[in-house]
Structures are given as C-alpha cells and as structure tokens.
C-alpha cells in the first residue's frame, strides 16, 4: 500500500503528521530546481530532518547529480550511527542498475513494464473541464463524486478557494486528491 502526502518536508512537526517511524520506506524525490546541487542540498536537509527524528526505516533519496553521491554517501556515515538507512541514488543510474537487477530477476523488466505502460486503448488522459459540464456534480461531495463516472476518475478539483488550504500552496488553484467532504459547486 502506497501512501501519498503532501506538507512542508523539512519541518518536523509536518513530517511527524505523516507518522514516519511507522513507514516502511520512505522515499524523497529530487525538487526542481534551477541548479542539481541546490536540488541535492534540499533532498539531503530533509534526510537529515528524518534522521533526526530517529527514524529506522530506509530513506531513498533522488541525488541529481551523481557527481554528489560520494559526498552524500560520506555525511550520511557521519550522521547515520543510530541505525538509519539513506540510499542516495542518481537518477540517471537508476536504469542501469534495474538492467544489471534483471540479470538476477528474470521477472523483473515485465513487472516494471506493466507498471509503467499501458495496454492499447488504457492510455492516461487528464481533462480538466468547469463544473457547469458537469451538473451531476453540483452539491456532491468529492468522496461521492469519484465513483460516479464509469471509465474515468475524478483526480481533484481546480478552484480558487482551495489556494492556501492544507497540501495546497498559496498560488495554486488545483488540489489532487482533496478532502472527502469537499463540495462541488459553481463558481470555484
């Protein structure tokens, strides 16, 4: 089971939210960035967040430049002496190793494939349509309103009263995945 959430990751009492320590893995992707070193320095301040809240599960982290993984991997050995795990891992050698991993796993390249590929027909289409398209949905709550439309699913909503709400930042009209109760209604 994957759990997304959103929130301020180099603040602790955030992260505390999401309950880190009782995660399996936990995995920090690479923010975008003007420069790669800037992106590496932002993934590893929220590592170390993590570490400082003792936590035991693996910390996988996207380094931009693989030129940084030895000076990663080196702070981390410093930091690392109550049993956390940080995997740094650059992105670009992340195909190379699953080519080596599928050496050893022969199931491997097709289980990647079907998750990443769709049959022909299944392709992923995001439509962003106003509401008034949609009268259904006018009243209903958004826990209501992603089972009601076969062969398509309801991502999130695009409205300007959501600028500013949890998981949603101040100049951002879209949230992915909002609360349950949620209301549809005309005009935002």
């Known amino acids: 089971r994957v759990i997304f959430r959103m929130?301020?990751?180099?603040?602790?009492?955030?992260?505390?939210?999401?309950?880190?320590?009782?995660?399996?893995?936990?995995?920090?992707?690479?923010?975008?960035c003007d420069e790669d070193?800037?992106?590496?320095?932002?993934?590893?301040a929220r590592a170390m967040v993590?570490?400082?809240?003792?936590v035991k599960a693996p910390i996988?982290?996207?380094?931009?430049?693989?030129?940084?993984?030895?000076?990663?991997?080196?702070?981390?050995?410093?930091?690392?002496?109550?049993?956390?795990?940080?995997?740094?891992?650059a992105g670009d050698d992340v195909v190379g190793c699953?080519?080596?991993?599928?050496?050893?796993?022969?199931?491997?390249?097709?289980?990647?494939?079907?998750l990443l590929d769709y049959a022909e027909g299944d392709?992923?289409?995001?439509?962003?349509?106003?509401?008034?398209a949609f009268p259904q949905l006018e009243g209903k709550k958004y826990n209501e309103a992603i089972f009601m439309f076969h062969g398509a699913v309801v991502l999130g909503v695009l409205a300007e009263r959501v600028k500013g709400s949890k998981g949603c930042p101040q100049t951002c009209p879209m949230m992915l995945n909002p609360p349950d109760d949620f209301l549809f209604q005309k005009g935002g």
């Open 7 to 32: 929130g301020d990751c180099s603040d602790p009492a955030d992260l505390l939210k999401v309950s880190p320590n009782t995660a399996r893995s936990i995995v920090l992707l690479s923010p975008e």
């Open 98 to 114: 699953m080519m080596v991993q599928a050496a050893f796993e022969p199931g491997l390249p097709k289980m990647v494939h079907n």
């Open 60 to 89: 996988i982290t996207e380094i931009q430049d693989k030129d940084n993984i030895t000076v990663v991997r080196k702070m981390l050995r410093a930091q690392d002496a109550d049993g956390s795990q940080v995997v740094p891992v």
């Open 123 to 132: 392709e992923m289409e995001v439509y962003v349509q106003p509401i008034e």
């Open 37 to 44: 070193n800037q992106a590496d320095a932002m993934v590893m």
């Open 50 to 54: 993590l570490i400082s809240l003792e």
